[in-house]
């Protein structure tokens, strides 16, 4: 089950490049709950405000991240012995990239087997110098 939650206290407008926002920050957390996520699970995501960011929280009832794998999880091709689900183990490290280059950052809970939870915190003002950023492509991507 896919649930969403808007805030009320949620901006109408944030300062992003929104195709990233949605394809590589929010589609990847997204795509990584669907595949960890048992089919009688839940996967949540909601967006709402704290102070001067705006904060986006996907969370999942999977089996979470293993503490050794944590520190790890945003390093390119860093699929954490998973094998199970193939990828090329770019997408945290393409969100962290992004949401760096945006003057945010993201960050993971985890809930010791209980599931996971990433929150990305975006600026609502426009981050210095963020005109004409270019978010660097990880090695190896096409």
């Not at 102070?51 to 699929?79: A, C, L, M, N, W």
């Not at 950052?105 to 985890?110: H, M």
């Amino acid at each position: 089950m896919l649930r969403t939650r808007i805030d009320a206290t949620a901006p109408e407008t944030i300062h992003v490049d929104p195709d990233l926002l949605q394809n590589e920050v929010l589609g990847n957390l997204v795509s990584n709950a669907l595949r960890y996520t048992p089919a009688n699970g839940e996967i949540r995501v909601s967006v709402c405000r704290e102070e001067e960011t705006v904060v986006f929280e996907v969370s999942d009832t999977g089996p979470g991240v293993p503490e050794e794998q944590r520190p790890h999880i945003f390093e390119k091709y860093y699929e954490g012995g998973r094998a199970r689900f193939m990828g090329a183990g770019l997408g945290l490290a393409v969100a962290r990239g992004v949401v760096d280059a945006h003057g945010g950052r993201i960050a993971l809970e985890d809930a010791d087997g209980r599931g996971a939870t990433f929150r990305v915190y975006l600026p609502l003002s426009e981050p210095t110098g963020a005109r004409g950023a270019r978010v660097p492509e990880p090695e190896g991507r096409v």
